[in-house]
């Protein structure tokens, strides 16, 4: 393959959701791009598919996907891998991810984005289906980091360093959740500092933001509100280590108009903006 040169812009886009795709193609907001989840759009035709044609017309595009299940004991799933491939062909998105985690045993898809136990053993398997994945796409992907609630064992390393063996291994990206990893540090105890000081900073190509709630004494990558004080000053701090990486806010659950959307990403583009000027 290529050395890494995904080319996204520069800049904050927002997660496309169906409620706002009339919005999108009427009145052509000033955002550098959009991110789809590529699992809503492996249909062979339909409005959906209409629709985001004429997103791609006027923006690039990233496919986010939540299937390969990438550390699964499960084969990969070639039916699944196929309609991918084909949607990406179609639509030709700048850049494809994942998630480095495993959602689904004994063929049972279970719609949790499931931890892995952070062992050597685990990175070589992970990595080779990444591989595999990427060879079947005939482009790197990247992987992201997933929000964690208790820590699989047996594990030989922190998850960054884990995160960091996987992509070297898979010589693919990282997608670089700075909410998961504020969720992920408070629910385990970890400091989100460390880990984005070891992150290498070359693989990672994009960022997300997302809002958290809070339940009994857990935080939850609910996806279902506004970007959280916390995780903004570790944005800003995950700019001012990695780069002014191009950055997506994501919005899942309860998805607001899209006036407050774009809010949001006009906050996270301003910490864009300075941490490019101090750069």
């Known amino acids: 393959m290529s050395p890494l040169t995904t080319s996204l812009p520069a800049g904050v886009g927002l997660g496309l959701r169906s409620q706002h795709f ?22 062979d035709g339909g409005p959906a598919l209409a629709w985001l044609e004429r997103v791609r017309a006027l923006y690039p595009l990233s496919f986010h996907g939540v299937g390969l299940s990438l550390g699964s004991s499960d084969p990969l799933d070639e039916a ?45 398997f992970v990595a080779e289906r990444i591989l595999r994945v990427q060879d079947r796409l ?7 980091n997933v929000s964690a609630y208790l820590e699989m064992q047996p594990s030989e390393m922190p998850e960054w360093e884990f995160l960091a063996l996987v992509a070297e291994r898979a010589d693919c990206e990282i997608l670089f959740d700075v909410n998961n990893i504020y ?15 070891e992150v290498p900073a070359e693989r990672v190509v994009q960022l997300h933001l997302a809002g958290y709630s809070v339940e009994e004494d857990l935080l939850l ?14 944005y800003r701090n995950t700019l001012e280590k990695l780069g ?21 990403a006009q ?7 300075e941490a490019l000027r101090a750069g």
């Open 22 to 43: 009339e919005q999108v193609v009427e009145g052509r907001p000033a955002l550098p791009f959009f991110e789809a989840l590529t699992d809503n759009y492996l249909a």
């Open 80 to 124: 699944y891998l196929d309609r991918v491939a084909s949607a990406v062909d179609r639509f030709e998105p700048s850049w494809v991810s994942d998630h480095l985690c495993w959602t689904s045993v004994d063929g049972r898809h279970l719609h949790e984005l499931l931890p892995l136990p952070y062992t050597d053993e685990v990175a070589t």
């Open 138 to 144: 005939k482009r790197r992907i990247g992987i992201e």
């Open 183 to 197: 969720v992920s540090g408070t629910n385990l105890g970890f400091d989100p500092q460390k880990y984005i000081s």
């Open 221 to 234: 990558d609910s996806h279902g509100s506004p970007v959280q004080d916390p995780v903004w000053k570790l």
């Open 244 to 264: 002014p990486k191009p950055t997506i806010i994501e919005w899942d659950k309860d998805v607001p108009d899209f006036d407050t959307l774009l809010n949001e």
């Open 267 to 273: 906050l996270a583009q301003t910490v864009f903006d």
